[in-house]
Nanobody, 116 residues
């Protein structure tokens, strides 16, 4: 079993920065890609970024240049550095992964609120 725990959310003014963390535990060797999603009030959950075990990254267009995903395999942790935050980045941010036996594993989420 794999468990994911997010942290690092909070309230920040527009233009500010936050760094989210996603700590993985359990059968971590079964994990390849870890993803960040977010869900704003009244909207569907949407993909933000992902990183593979080897370090390959991918981003949705509207965060490119502002967000950076990274991972520390020794700490079993993935980070999402968010700079130049905008009010429209306000959402609950979730960490996600999958294994061969479990198609979707989610953390509990961390709230990010950006004030204008």
């Amino acid at each position: 079993q794999v468990q994911l725990v997010e942290s690092g959310g909070g309230l920040v003014q527009a233009g500010g920065s936050l760094r989210l963390s996603c700590a993985a535990s359990g059968n971590i060797f079964s994990i390849n890609v870890i993803r960040w999603y977010r869900q704003a009030p009244g909207k569907q959950r949407e993909y933000v970024a992902s990183i593979s075990r080897g370090g390959s990254t991918n981003y949705v267009d509207y965060v490119k240049g502002r967000f950076t995903i990274s991972r520390d395999n020794a700490k079993n942790t993935v980070y999402l550095q968010m700079n130049s935050l905008k009010p429209e980045d306000t959402a609950v941010y979730y960490c996600n992964t999958n294994t061969l036996t479990t198609p979707a594993i989610w953390g509990q989420g961390t709230q990010v609120t950006v004030s204008s």
